[in-house]
């Protein structure tokens, strides 16, 4: 199996993202990462119905992650002998936009977890004076990080950045007194002091 990285939005897949995509024969994905990845498509694409099954798939079959396979996506379901392809992640793009350093951040994800041990990292990890990159939960967003910070009392600000290389993208900012407002599920949230 190949693990394809396609980017967090339209545009953002590597020339070896492409040419593997295009020489699949077979492809399996999420209906967002076959959408991101569509004009590169020459067979078959189906989407996963369980994604715990992928080590059952042909050798040869392609399978789209959507972001970077090794950055919350699907490069923890690979076997020893399956190939990674990493793509543009969130948190590549987001530094970027707001112009923060990758080496300046601490990483969390919440998203799809249980988000308690995601709020202990995000805790120890302001304790230590760094930046933060997260991937929130409904139950871990703006709101609930301005109350960690104001807890702690840390004046930071905190950006929201929504449908990240989507032609609405959208990052908005806010502090522990006025968090942004998100408008979309496909966000990601970045603590900078």
Known sequence: MIIVGVGVG??????????????APVIY????????????????ARKIGNYKTLHLLQGDAVVLSTGDPMFSGL?????????????????QVACSRIGVNLTDLAVITAHGRDPAPAKEALVQEL???KNIFMLPDASLGTNEVAAVLGELKINA?????????Y???HISNGDVNAPPIVRSDLYCLMIVR
């Open 10 to 23: 339209p545009g953002m897949l590597t020339q070896e993202a492409t040419e593997a995509i295009q020489g």
């Open 29 to 44: 994905g999420s209906g967002r990462a076959i959408e991101l990845a569509s004009k590169y498509i020459r067979c078959e």
């Open 75 to 91: 490069g923890k379901f690979a076997g020893e002998k399956d190939k990674i392809i990493p793509g543009i992640s969130s948190l």
């Open 127 to 129: 304790r230590l004076g």
């Open 157 to 165: 600000q905190i950006y929201a950045c929504e449908r990240l290389g």
């Open 167 to 169: 032609p609405d993208e």
